[in-house]
């Protein structure tokens, strides 16, 4: 059998974590730096791992926090409202990128 991708085997831990209840619902996960450095990858390896079990809807991020535990449990797939919820939260933080890339309400 072969080895899971690296962000899979980040990923396969933070969902052990949450599914032993080492991280609960609103627990912090650990950065991207300190996955990395605790599963020996690169922080873009560790922030696809955070980022696929945000897709999941298993965790959020707030910009400028860091990425938490949902309410949502790691044993059974998130509901569509839970999945639609996400989706709605993810579309926001992308405008908020989009707006700052673009300098909007920046000083002239």
Do not use: C, W
Not at 46 to 56: E, I, P, T
Not at 64 to 79: E, H, I, M, N
Not at 82 to 90: G, N, W, Y
Not at 94 to 106: N, P, S
């Amino acid at each position: 059998m072969t080895e899971p991708q690296p962000y899979r085997r980040v990923e396969n831990a933070i969902l052990a974590d949450i599914r032993s209840g080492h991280l609960r619902p609103g627990s912090k996960v650990p950065s991207a730096k300190e996955l990395a450095s605790m599963h020996g990858v690169a922080i873009g390896t560790a922030q696809k791992a955070v980022g696929s079990l945000k897709d999941k809807g298993l965790v959020v991020t707030v910009q400028g926090l860091g990425a938490f535990v949902s309410d949502v449990s790691a044993d059974r797939p998130p509901t569509t409202e839970e999945r639609l919820a996400a989706l709605e939260r993810r579309v926001v933080e992308l405008q908020q990128e989009i707006d700052k890339l673009r300098g909007v309400g920046q000083p002239a």
